[in-house]
Structure formats: structure tokens, C-alpha cells
């Protein structure tokens, strides 16, 4: 069983490579996010304040493909995080599961990173995650694609916070400038109170 996940996550990871050698390099967030004191390259389209977010397709902890067009009519917050069995991912996933899905139900609260889906499904059970949704983005690539974030050679998303309204305009964008840090929180609910 193990040889079998194991060979899977190698062709998931290969998949991922070749994938980022055909993505263009995001011209819109160019040299704005860091890690190690050094700048990454992201690769994708981007998004702006005011654009319509691109509907994205990802799978949830089941391998379900789960799109943002799901969400018809309602607003959501999505959370990226490079992996969450790091850190700052951790408390970036655990505080808008405790202190913010319960202050704004009516909002849909999407985390999304690049762990596979059973990787993602230990860590909500293991934190008691379960406000959230998470989403893997392992499968196709094609949230970091379309919003810009997929890290070049690396296979992970950067870490950034939007907020859509109920007609998924993107209301917020932040693009966490250091992907060791957590995000201004204070900022994401302050767009939150906007809607």
C-alpha cells in the first residue's frame, strides 16, 4: 500500500513540474512575494481588485472535483497556503476555522493548497478543522494557474487571502509578501464587515 501512495505522490509531483514549465510567469504580482530572503517566481494568469475570479477546478478530501461555480450566489473567503502540515499554514487554517467561519456563516470559507486530499483529511481531523472546507489543487493545478500562484520549481501555492463577493468579484486580494509569515488578518475581516 505505501509503495503505491508513494509511487502516486512521485507522478503527482512530476506532473506538477512539467506543468510549471508550460505556465507563464504572473506579470501582475512580479517580485512580490519572498521565501528565504529571496524572491520566487509566480506562475499563472493573476487576478486584480474588481475582476471577476476565474472559476478554478480542484478536489476535495474525497478526490471530488469541486469548483468556485459551486458557490453560485453566495460570497466566499479562500485561504492559500503553501502546505499545511507546516506552521504558519497551520494557524492560517486554524484561525479562520475558529475565530472567523463562526463570525460570518453565511460566508464560504475555502482553504486551498497544493496536499493531496488525504493528507489534507488527517490534518482537519487531527486539528479539529471542520468549518473550513479544505480543496487540493495537487490534481490539475488549475487554481494556481488561474490565480497566479502556483511557486515556479517548487509545486506549492503562495500564500494569499481573497475575498468574492456573492457574485465572485474579488472584493480583497492579499498577496502574503513573505510566505513565513501568517496574514493580516485584521484586513481580511475588515473586507469581510464589507459585505
Given at each position: 500500500m505505501r509503495k503505491v501512495s508513494f509511487l502516486a505522490a512521485v507522478l503527482l509531483a512530476t506532473s506538477c513540474f512539467s506543468v510549471s514549465a508550460e505556465l507563464s510567469e504572473n506579470q501582475l504580482d512580479q517580485g512580490k512575494v519572498m521565501a528565504g530572503g529571496k524572491p520566487v517566481t509566480l506562475l499563472g494568469s493573476g487576478v486584480k481588485l474588481g475582476d471577476q475570479a476565474p472559476n478554478f477546478k480542484v478536489v476535495n478530501a474525497d478526490f471530488t472535483p469541486v469548483s468556485l461555480s459551486e458557490f453560485e450566489g453566495k460570497a466566499v473567503l479562500i485561504s492559500v497556503v503553501p502546505s499545511?502540515?507546516?506552521?504558519?499554514?497551520?494557524?492560517?487554517?486554524?484561525?479562520?476555522?475558529?475565530?472567523?467561519?463562526?463570525?460570518?456563516?453565511?460566508?464560504?470559507?475555502?482553504?486551498?493548497?497544493?496536499?493531496?486530499?488525504?493528507?489534507?483529511?488527517?490534518?482537519?481531523?487531527?486539528?479539529?478543522?471542520?468549518?473550513?472546507?479544505?480543496?487540493?489543487?495537487?490534481?490539475?493545478?488549475?487554481?494556481?494557474?488561474?490565480?497566479?500562484?502556483?511557486?515556479?520549481?517548487?509545486?506549492?501555492?503562495s500564500r494569499a487571502v481573497f475575498v468574492l463577493d456573492k457574485s465572485h468579484k474579488v472584493l480583497y486580494k492579499q498577496l502574503v509578501a513573505n510566505l513565513a509569515t501568517e496574514p493580516d488578518y485584521d484586513a481580511a475581516i475588515a473586507a469581510l464587515k464589507t459585505l
Open positions: 499545511l502540515d507546516t506552521g504558519i499554514c497551520s494557524l492560517q487554517t486554524k484561525y479562520f476555522n475558529e475565530k472567523v467561519a463562526s463570525e460570518y456563516p453565511e460566508v464560504i470559507m475555502l482553504t486551498v493548497s497544493t496536499d493531496l486530499p488525504f493528507a489534507q483529511k488527517r490534518f482537519c481531523k487531527q486539528e479539529g478543522v471542520d468549518k473550513v472546507q479544505t480543496l487540493s489543487d495537487s490534481v490539475w493545478r488549475n487554481f494556481g494557474e488561474q490565480y497566479g500562484l502556483l511557486i515556479k520549481d517548487m509545486g506549492l501555492l
